[in-house]
C-alpha cells in the first residue's frame, strides 16, 4: 500500500487528473497480455518528460518501484505491477513532434500508437517498418521496451535497428539524451540499443528518433495454400534460397486459421491445412518479379493454390486475420499457453513436421503460426487449468518441444526479452559471468533499483 503522502506528491507532479487511484479506475490499467487480472495501486500519467524525471526522483528518494506502461499489449508481464509499486503510464506523453521527410526522422513521445505512427507517415510517402504482428494498440515506447519487430522484420529488421537516440528519465531524475536524430552516430557506447529491449528497467524512454525510409512504390501480397503445414515452412525456406526476399513471409496452420475463421470470418479456403502469406515490395517491377518468383516456389513445393490479393480491401482482410490470429486462439479455451520457437530456417519444416505428429499422440489442437521467414512463430497449446491432466499434458508437449528445438540448434524461450515468467529459462541459458556483468550494468541506472525491479534480464 502506497502513502497518501506519497499519492498526494505524485498529485503535486502531474496535476489532480494526473493520478488514479481509485480501484475501480484501476481495473482497466491492471493486466497485459499474459494476465488479466494484476494488483495496482496507483497509476500516474506524466504529460512530459521534465514530468517523468520528477516522479521517478520521487520514487529513488522513498524507495518505491517503478513500472512503465505503454498499453500493457506485452506478453511478458513487463507493464504489471505488484502491490507497493507505482504504474507509470504514457498516455499522455502521445504527441508526433517532427517529421522531416528531407531528414528521414520522426521525433515521436513514447505514448504514440504504432498502427498510428504508420498512418501518419505512409500518409507522407514515408514508411517506418517496425511494427507488432497482432491486433492489439501497443505504443512506440513499448515497442522499445519489448524490442518489437513485426511482420517485416525479415526484410528490414525491427525496432533496434530504427531507433536512432531517444530521451530518457533517469531513475536518479535526471534527462539523458543519447544517440542523435541523425540517420548515423557512430560515436560512444550504443546506448539507444542498450535500452531497446530493457523492459523499463532502467528508465522511461521520453522521447524517440526514429529512422524512416521512402514508402515502397508497390507492395503485392500472395496466399498460397498448402495441405500441410510442413510442406508450407519447406517452401518458405526454398523461396529464399531462390532469392526471393519478401517483405513479409508468414506461415498458419489450420488450427489457427480455424480460430481466425471463427473469431472474423477468415479470406481464406476454409479446407486449407495451412497458408503462407507473403508481401513483396519495392519499386514496381521488382515487387512483380519477385512475386512471381514466390508464386512458382510454392507451385513446386505443392501448394494448391496461390493468389494474389487485388484490392486494397482483400490485402487489409489477409494481414488483418494473420493479426488476429493470438487473440482467436486465446477464446477458444479458458486459457493457452504461448511459446516461441526459434530454429535455423531450414529446420523449420522438421519442426513442424514433428509438432504435427506430437499433436496426433497428444489429440490436442496445437496451433503453429508466424514468421516462418525468420526461422521463428509461435505454438499455442489450449488448455483448462482446472483439469489436472490437462495441464500434464501441455507439460509434456512443451518438454517435448524443448528437446526438439534444442536438438535442431534452436531456442525456445522469450522472443525479445526476459519477463518475470521467464526466470528458469534465464537461469538455464546465461552464464554466470554475464548475469553478474548485466547485474552491474542495471546498478550503475538505477543505484536504488526502483525501475521495474521484478524483471530481470
Ligand atoms: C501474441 C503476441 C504476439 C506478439 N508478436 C510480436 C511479434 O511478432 N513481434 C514483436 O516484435 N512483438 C510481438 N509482440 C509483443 C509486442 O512487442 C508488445 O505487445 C508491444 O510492443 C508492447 O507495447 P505496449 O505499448 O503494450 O507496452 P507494454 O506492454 O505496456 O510494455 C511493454 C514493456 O515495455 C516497458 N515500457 C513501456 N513503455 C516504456 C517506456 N516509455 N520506456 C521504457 N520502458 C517502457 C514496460 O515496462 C514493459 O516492460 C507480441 C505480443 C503478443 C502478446
Not at 497480455?33 to 494488483?39: N, Q, S
Not at 499489449?73 to 509499486?85: F, K, Q, V, W
Not at 523461396?239 to 477468415?266: C, N
Request: charged share 25%; with cysteine.
Amino acid at each position: 500500500m502506497l502513502s497518501p503522502t506519497l499519492i498526494s506528491q505524485l498529485r503535486s507532479i502531474v496535476g489532480p487528473d494526473g493520478v488514479i487511484d481509485g480501484a475501480e479506475d484501476l481495473l482497466v490499467h491492471a493486466g497485459d497480455a499474459a494476465e488479466a487480472d494484476a494488483h495496482t495501486d496507483v497509476l500516474v500519467h506524466p504529460g512530459t518528460g521534465e514530468e517523468t524525471a520528477e516522479i521517478l526522483a520521487l520514487a529513488a528518494k522513498e524507495g518505491v518501484p517503478v513500472v512503465p506502461r505503454g498499453s500493457g499489449t506485452g506478453p511478458s508481464r513487463g507493464s504489471m505491477a505488484r502491490e507497493g509499486e507505482i504504474v507509470l503510464s504514457t498516455a499522455r506523453m502521445n504527441r508526433i513532434r517532427s517529421v522531416s521527410a528531407e531528414d528521414l526522422i520522426a521525433v515521436v513521445e513514447p505514448g504514440v500508437r504504432t498502427e498510428d505512427f504508420h498512418r501518419h507517415v505512409e500518409e507522407m510517402g514515408l514508411f517506418y517498418p517496425p511494427g507488432i504482428a497482432m491486433d492489439r494498440p501497443a505504443t512506440l515506447g513499448g515497442n522499445v521496451g519489448e524490442s518489437t519487430r513485426g511482420l517485416r522484420a525479415i526484410k528490414y529488421g525491427g525496432t533496434r535497428n530504427f531507433l536512432m537516440g531517444m530521451k530518457v528519465a533517469l531513475p536518479t531524475g535526471e534527462i539523458l539524451q543519447t544517440g542523435a536524430r541523425t540517420l548515423k552516430c557512430v560515436t560512444g557506447y550504443d546506448l539507444p540499443r542498450l535500452f531497446t529491449g530493457s523492459m523499463g528497467t532502467l528508465g522511461v524512454a521520453t522521447e524517440l528518433y526514429l529512422k524512416l525510409l521512402p514508402l515502397p512504390e508497390s507492395r503485392i501480397t500472395t496466399v498460397a495454400v498448402f495441405n500441410r503445414a510442413r510442406d508450407a515452412a519447406e517452401a518458405a525456406a526454398r523461396m529464399l534460397e531462390a532469392g526471393v526476399t519478401p517483405s513479409i513471409l508468414e506461415l498458419m496452420d489450420r488450427t489457427a486459421l480455424r480460430a481466425v475463421d471463427k473469431k472474423t470470418g477468415a479470406p481464406f479456403p476454409r479446407d486449407a491445412g495451412a497458408l503462407l502469406l507473403i508481401e513483396t515490395d519495392g519499386v514496381f517491377g521488382t515487387a512483380e518479379s519477385q512475386a512471381a518468383r514466390a508464386t512458382s516456389v510454392c507451385h513446386d513445393s505443392g501448394a494448391g493454390e496461390v493468389r494474389r490479393a487485388s484490392t486494397a480491401h482483400a490485402v487489409e482482410e489477409i494481414w488483418g486475420a494473420r493479426k488476429a490470429a493470438f487473440s482467436a486462439l486465446a477464446e477458444i479455451s479458458p486459457a493457452t499457453v504461448l511459446e516461441d520457437v526459434r530454429v535455423p530456417r531450414s529446420k523449420v519444416g522438421d519442426l513442424v513436421g514433428s509438432l504435427r505428429a506430437l499433436v496426433e499422440i497428444e489429440g490436442v489442437a496445437l496451433a503453429v503460426f508466424g514468421h516462418v521467414g525468420e526461422g521463428r512463430f509461435y505454438t499455442v497449446i489450449p488448455v483448462n487449468p482446472a483439469i489436472e491432466e490437462e495441464i500434464e499434458r501441455t507439460e509434456r508437449i512443451v518438454a517435448r518441444l524443448s528437446e526438439e528445438v534444442c536438438s535442431l540448434g534452436g531456442q525456445l524461450g522469450p522472443e525479445r526479452s526476459v519477463g518475470v515468467g521467464d526466470r528458469t529459462f534465464l537461469d538455464r541459458n546465461t552464464p554466470p559471468e554475464k548475469l553478474e556483468l548485466v547485474t552491474r550494468l542495471k546498478k550503475a541506472f538505477d543505484p536504488k533499483a526502483i525501475m521495474n525491479p521484478k524483471v530481470r534480464l
